[in-house]
C-alpha cells in the first residue's frame, strides 16, 4: 500500500483536482489511498461559519454561502453534465449541515466547531472521488469516520489506536484505488471529531501505521521540506534526506510543512515519508527515513508569528519558586496554550506561548489575580537548528531580541 495525502493548496480550484488526477495517473495509483484536505481555505471559511453561528446569526447564512459558492464553481468546471450525481451528494452535505444548525442544542464551541469544519473535507473527497471516477480512475471514497476513532477532546481529538487498528483491519479494501478526508475521526458515539488544524497528514500517518503501508507522500506546493519557510526566507535550500528525528524537531518548533503528530507513527514501524511538489511529480522531493543523515548540512530556520510572551513575577519581589511555576503551568494547562519556550530567572519566569484556542484574556484574568503580569502579543519566535554565527546575525539584524536561549544544537529567538 502507498499513501498519499493531497492537502487544501493542492485542490484550491478545478485545475488543482485534474492536477491530482494527473499525478495519479504519472505515479501510478494501484494499491493506493489518497488523503485529502478540504478545499483551498475552505477549513478558514467554515470556521467563520461557526463564528457567526455564535456569536453573529445574521451573517450565518452569508457565511455558508460563501463556502457553498466555492464549491459549486468547482463542480461546474470539472462536471459538465449538471445531472451528475455529484451534484445531489453535495447539495445533500450543505442540507445535513444546515439541519445540524437549526437543531441543535449544544452550546459547547468546539463540539459545535467540529460538527460543522468536518463538512470541508467530506465535500473536498466527494468531488475528487466522483472526478476520478468520470475519467476512468477508478476508486471508492471511503468515509474515514468509520476507522479512525477518537476520544471527545473536540478540536483536539485523540487517536483510539485499538479500536482504529481493528476496524481498518477489518474492513479496508487495499486491492482498489481509495479516498477519504484527512483531519477528521468520530467519538463513541459517532460524532464527528478533528484532529487539530492541517491534521491530514497526520490521518496519512495513522493508515500507513495501521495498513502498514511501504510509503506516504504528502503532495506539497513546495519542491520538499527547505531550509526555511521560502515565505520568509530568501534562499531556502532542498534537504534531500532528513532523519525521523531531525523532521520531528523541526515540526515539533513550527515547520508547518509537516503536521507534528505524523512523524511518530511511521517512525515506530520504520514508514518512509516522501515530501514532494504537486507541481513536479517526478522530482526527487524529500525522503524522511530512519538515521538518514541530513543532507545539505545547513542552518535551518523556523518562524512562528503572532506568539505570545508573558513575563510573570511574584507581587512581592519573592522568588518564583516550584509552587507557583506548577500553578502557572496549570493555567497554561487549563487554558490550552501551547508552551514555545520557557525561561526562569529569580524572580521572573518567562514563557512564549502559542494562543490556539484564544484563550488569552481569560489566561490574563487569572495569572493577574495572583501575580505581576507583563504581556507581549505578536512577537515572533525564531527557532535555528544546525545555528552559526552568521544565521543568529541574520535574525537579529534590526529587531529587538526579547529572549534568547541556546543549546548545542538549537537557538531560540523572540523577537518584537
Ligand atoms: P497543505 O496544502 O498540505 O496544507 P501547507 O500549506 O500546510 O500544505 O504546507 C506547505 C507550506 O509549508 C509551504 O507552502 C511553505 O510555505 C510552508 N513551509 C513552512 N516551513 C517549510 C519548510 N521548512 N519547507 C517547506 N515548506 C515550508
Ligand atoms: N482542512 C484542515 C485544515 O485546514 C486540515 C488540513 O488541511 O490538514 O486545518
Ligand atoms: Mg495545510
Not at 437549526?102 to 465535500?123: H, M, R, T
Not at 487549563?334 to 484556542?357: E, G, P, W
Not at 490574563?364 to 525564531?382: A, E, G, R, W
Request: glycine share 4%; net charge neutral.
Amino acid at each position: 500500500m502507498q499513501i498519499f495525502k493531497f492537502g487544501g493548496a493542492s485542490v484550491k480550484d478545478a485545475n488543482g483536482v485534474k492536477n491530482v488526477a494527473s499525478v495519479l495517473q504519472k505515479t501510478g495509483y494501484k494499491n493506493t489511498l489518497v488523503v485529502v484536505s478540504a478545499m483551498g481555505k475552505t477549513t478558514n471559511a467554515l470556521e467563520r461559519v461557526v463564528k457567526s453561528y455564535f456569536d453573529n446569526k445574521p451573517e450565518l447564512q452569508s457565511s455558508l454561502q460563501e463556502v457553498k459558492k466555492f464549491h459549486n464553481e468547482i463542480l461546474i468546471d470539472l462536471f459538465p453534465n449538471e445531472n451528475h450525481g455529484v451534484f445531489k451528494k453535495i447539495n445533500d452535505f450543505f442540507s445535513e449541515l444546515n439541519q445540524f444548525l437549526a437543531s441543535n442544542k449544544s452550546p459547547d464551541y468546539n463540539f459545535v466547531y467540529d460538527q460543522i469544519i468536518g463538512f470541508g473535507e467530506l465535500v473536498s473527497t466527494t468531488i475528487i472521488s466522483a472526478y476520478l471516477n468520470q475519467i476512468g480512475l477508478d476508486n471508492i471514497w471511503v468515509d474515514v469516520r468509520n476507522h479512525i476513532k477518537t476520544d471527545n477532546y473536540y478540536r483536539r481529538a485523540n487517536v483510539n489506536w485499538e479500536a482504529t487498528q481493528q476496524l481498518i483491519s477489518s474492513s479496508f479494501n487495499t486491492s482498489v484505488l481509495n479516498i477519504t478526508q484527512g483531519f477528521l475521526g468520530s467519538d463513541a458515539n459517532n460524532f464527528t471529531t478533528t484532529l487539530g488544524r492541517e491534521g491530514s497528514d497526520y490521518t496519512a500517518a495513522i493508515y500507513a501505521y495501521c495498513l502498514n503501508a511501504e510509503s506516504v507522500t504528502i503532495w506539497k506546493d513546495v519542491p520538499g521540506v527547505l531550509s526555511a519557510d521560502p515565505r520568509y526566507f530568501d534562499n531556502a535550500q532542498l534537504l534531500t534526506n532528513i532523519s525521523y528525528r531531525e523532521a520531528i524537531e523541526l515540526a515539533f518548533y513550527g515547520a508547518s510543512v509537516i503536521h507534528p503528530k505524523t512523524l511518530q507513527p511511521l517512525q515506530r514501524k520504520e514508514i518512509p515519508l516522501y515530501v514532494k511538489s504537486f507541481l513536479e511529480p517526478e522530482s526527487m522531493g524529500t525522503k524522511i527515513s530512519k538515521n538518514a543523515t541530513l543532507n545539505p548540512v545547513v542552518p535551518c530556520f523556523i518562524v512562528k508569528k503572532n506568539q505570545i510572551l508573558i513575563s510573570i513575577s511574584s507581587l512581592d519581589f519573592s522568588y518564583i519558586v516550584e509552587e507557583n511555576i506548577s500553578e502557572i503551568f496549570n493555567l497554561l494547562h487549563l487554558y490550552k496554550m501551547k508552551v514555545d519556550v520557557i525561561q526562569n530567572s529569580a524572580i521572573s519566569f518567562s514563557v512564549c506561548i502559542d494562543n490556539i484556542f484564544d484563550n488569552l484574556d481569560k489566561l490574563l484574568h487569572h495569572l493577574k489575580s495572583k501575580f505581576k503580569v507583563v504581556c507581549n502579543q505578536n512577537v515572533s519566535l525564531y527557532t535555528i537548528r544546525h545555528y552559526n554565527e552568521m544565521s543568529i546575525n541574520k535574525i537579529e539584524a534590526n529587531k529587538t531580541v526579547l529572549l534568547k536561549q541556546l543549546t548545542p544544537e538549537i537557538v531560540q529567538i523572540v523577537t518584537a
